[in-house]
């Protein structure tokens, strides 16, 4: 695998291996064909409303073992109004003070299985990043055991190959 991409933001090359891989829209809510999409739920680059359902735009990272860094997921997680109110009020502020809020992973990390409805944790952050998602400390699957103990090279150059498939 070439290292190097061309970045889908800036449109720019940059060196070595692409560290994140971030999903649009929850799953289900990317799953609904347009113009219908648009007609039945409400959605930013950070935030979803579909019916009764509320989701926000996270960061799950995995650590790198061998250099510095994360693997960014930006994943989507579905949460309770109270937690979605709680983001918006928070929205341009420092939220770290905040308690972790409970939700459900809302994308397919086809890497991992079954992903969409694993519990996890959201922690806000300051104003300028996404919150951070936690798989929860008994969850033993393979993102679980990765996102404690963190991905070598190996794994990395695996998980873009697949990807990128």
């Known amino acids: 695998m070439a290292e190097g991409f061309v970045c889908s933001i800036c449109g720019q090359k940059h060196a070595g291996l692409v560290a994140d891989w971030a999903f649009t829209l929850p799953d289900e809510v990317w799953a609904i064909a347009e113009p219908e999409r648009s ?3 409400r959605f930013n680059k950070d935030l ?32 309770e109004w109270e937690v979605f109110e709680r983001y ?6 420092d939220g770290r003070s905040e308690p972790a809020y409970n939700g459900l992973l809302a994308n397919e990390l086809s890497e991992y299985g079954q992903t969409i409805g694993v519990p996890v944790l959201i922690r806000f952050r300051e104003a300028t990043k996404r919150p951070a ?33």
């Not at 009764?52 to 949460?79: H, M, S």
């Not at 393979?142 to 998980?159: A, F, K, P, W």
């Open 39 to 41: 007609e039945v739920a």
């Open 48 to 79: 979803c409303q579909w019916g009764e359902r509320y989701f926000i735009r996270c960061v799950l990272e995995v650590p790198f073992t061998d250099k510095d860094g994360v693997f960014g997921w930006g994943a989507w997680a579905e949460v």
């Open 88 to 93: 918006l009020e928070l929205y341009d502020d």
């Open 133 to 165: 998602l936690e798989l929860l400390p008994m969850d033993q699957s393979q993102l679980g055991v990765e996102q404690r103990q963190g991905i070598n090279l190996h794994r990395h150059h695996e998980i873009l190959e697949r990807l990128t498939a």
